[in-house]
């Protein structure tokens, strides 16, 4: 399984790019483009399940995300090498005259937040989630993005079994250097075929959302 390729370390960055919060990420060759993808809350530091606006929510604290892939060598078309990490930083808003513009991509639906709205913050109504465009080296998407054909479009019933692969609480078996993600085992325990979503038996820990989800 090369599921660890896919894996992406974050850590998000305020204003002075100091580390707020690990967190789990994965790239995505989509059709028009190549993207990170992670959660809604992890750029945004807000539950959408539990809506609770903090008073501190905007300006927001979370500017930046700082991504990690293994760094791969091909010295050669039949060697290909693995070592180390390659950080990469990108912006989640672009600000201008003290407004900031999410940078980001979600879901089109979204729940009304008046706390949010006027600051052009959109709330997702069914998915935790967004994509990120990013730019990487051809030969490095070929070998640690997920092309949008391997996706799976098929729900998984009740007991099937799934691989969660993030890093929790930012850890790395290899080191802060190298990222290298922990394989969690989980099975399927409800599905909602309506909203595409799983329910696992047991959740992640803390820094593992946005972790991709494989399936055996």
């Known amino acids: 399984m090369t599921a660890f390729l896919h894996a992406v370390r974050i850590w998000l ?25 992670t959660c809604w809350h992890v750029v945004t530091g807000i539950n959408f399940l539990d809506l609770k606006v ?61 706390d949010l709205a006027h600051v052009g913050l959109k709330v997702p109504k069914f998915f935790d989630l967004v994509r990120i465009p990013i730019q990487i080296e051809q030969a490095e998407e ?22 969660v692969v993030g890093y929790p609480y930012g850890y790395s078996i290899r080191g802060a250097r190298w990222p290298h993600p922990v394989h969690i085992m989980r099975f399927v325990a409800a599905e909602m075929s309506d909203t595409l979503t799983m329910l696992l038996d047991a959740e992640a820990a803390p820094g593992m959302s946005g972790a991709p989800v494989f399936i055996e």
């Open 54 to 114: 903090p008073h501190n929510a905007w300006p927001p604290s979370r500017r930046k995300i700082k991504y990690q892939t293994q760094a791969i060598e091909t010295p050669n078309p039949a060697v290909v090498t693995f070592g180390g990490g390659v950080d990469r930083v990108v912006p989640l808003y672009r600000e201008n005259d003290g407004t900031f513009i999410p940078l980001w991509q979600q879901e089109r639906n979204s729940i009304a937040c008046p």
């Open 142 to 163: 070929a070998r640690i993005s997920i092309p949008r054909s391997a996706i799976s479009k098929n729900m998984i019933g009740p007991s099937g079994k799934v691989i």
């Open 13 to 37: 960055l305020d204003s002075k790019d100091r580390p707020i919060c690990p967190a789990t990420g994965v790239i995505i060759e989509d059709g028009d483009g190549v993207f990170l993808y």
